[in-house]
């Protein structure tokens, strides 16, 4: 079985990852909830980290791919929602 590691992230798709863990430490830490209740938004992840919406879409849709990140619909139509795993 092969085992992934951070290194076969791109290192501005590391980045975004590093950051979206401490943000979600943040968030769970200030709100007393766990990691897996925590779910946020893309605008939450770019006022968090300053990247653009088109460089966010690109590593967040690698991230998600790759597993790290799980998509789910949010509640107002076509609005999307993620978790950090």
């Given at each position: 079985?092969l085992?992934?590691t951070?290194?076969?992230?791109p ?6 990852l590093?950051l979206m ?6 968030h ?8 897996c209740?925590?779910?946020f938004s893309?605008?939450?992840?770019r006022e968090h980290?300053?990247l653009?919406?088109?460089q ?7 991230l998600?791919?790759?597993e790290?990140v799980l998509m ?6 076509q609005?999307f929602?993620?978790e950090?795993?």
């Open positions: 079985m085992g992934r951070l290194d076969e992230l290192p501005q798709t590391r980045r975004l590093s863990v401490e943000m979600c430490a943040a769970c830490k200030a709100n007393d909830i766990k990691r209740d925590y779910r893309r605008r939450e992840v980290t300053s653009g919406d088109t966010l879409k690109i590593h967040l849709a690698r998600v791919e790759l790290y789910h619909r949010g509640g107002r139509g609005s929602e993620y950090l795993l």
